[in-house]
T-cell receptor, first 112, second 113 residues
Framework: DTEVTQTPKHLVMGMTNKKSLKCEQH?????MYWYKQKAKKPPELMFV???????INESVPSRFSPECPNSSLLNLHLHALQPEDSALYLC???????????FGPGTRLTVL | TQLLEQSPQFLSIQEGENLTVYCNSS?????LQWYRQEPGEGPVLLVT?????EVKKLKRLTFQFGDARKDSSLHITAAQPGDTGLYLC?????????????FGAGTRLFVKA
């Protein structure tokens, strides 16, 4: 298995909702990432997990809460988001964080 | 602050033309990746270059890593409409405590039939 999967593909939520994005990889990669990408912009790093521990938080607001239940799974819990949080959320993984990253297909999030 | 400057930002060409995309930085990278992204999808890894001066070919795409590992180029020969997409370069740089991947701003390529 050489891919990163993400669910759901699309998500529409209200500002008072709680939802979660899920990411999975079975390549034995020990680093996993969350990125946010707005239209016509490059991906913007949010969080990095290395060996299931949070190693980088790029000053992301607390309404985004990452979780790494095991080495294959990465979640992003969403609560009280704002319309400006609407974006494509990308998960990626790499063998460790000095190696090339492989991206999932993304979750298109719309906050109403 | 480490930056990776990518140019051009936008390119619209006719099918059959050649093009080159550049990524430049003042930082040294341990490796550099090129990705292609279609709208609404995740970036797909095209190539990783590691050694200064390295050249890699992927069909009509030629990737080069600068001798000093601070810059890279992507050359497409005889572009086709299927090459349309966003091309991103990403450099892995050593920082205090580990490594960080830095993305260029992207080159949006449109190839007209």
């Amino acid at each position: 298995d050489t891919e990163v999967t993400q669910t759901p593909k699309h998500l529409v939520m209200g500002m008072t909702n709680k939802k979660s994005l899920k990411c999975e990889q079975h390549m034995g990669h020990r680093a996993m990432y969350w990125y946010k990408q707005k239209a016509k912009k490059p991906p913007e790093l949010m969080f990095v997990y290395s060996y299931e521990k949070l190693s980088i938080n790029e000053s992301v607001p607390s309404r985004f809460s990452p979780e790494c239940p095991n080495s294959s799974l990465l979640n992003l819990h969403l609560h009280a988001l704002q319309p400006e949080d609407s974006a494509l959320y990308l998960c990626a993984s790499s063998q460790d964080y000095s190696n090339e990253q492989f991206f999932g297909p993304g979750t298109r999030l719309t906050v109403l | 602050t480490q930056l990776l400057e990518q140019s051009p930002q936008f390119l619209s060409i006719q099918e059959g033309e050649n093009l080159t995309v550049y990524c430049n930085s003042s930082s040294v990278f341990s490796s550099l990746q090129w990705y292609r992204q279609e709208p609404g999808e995740g970036p797909v890894l095209l190539v990783t270059v590691v050694t200064g001066g390295e050249v890699k070919k992927l069909k009509r795409l030629t990737f080069q890593f600068g001798d000093a590992r601070k810059d890279s180029s992507l050359h497409i020969t005889a572009a086709q409409p299927g090459d349309t997409g966003l091309y991103l370069c990403a450099g892995v740089a050593s920082v205090t405590g580990g490594f960080k991947t830095i993305f260029g701003a992207g080159t949006r390529l449109f190839v007209k039939a």
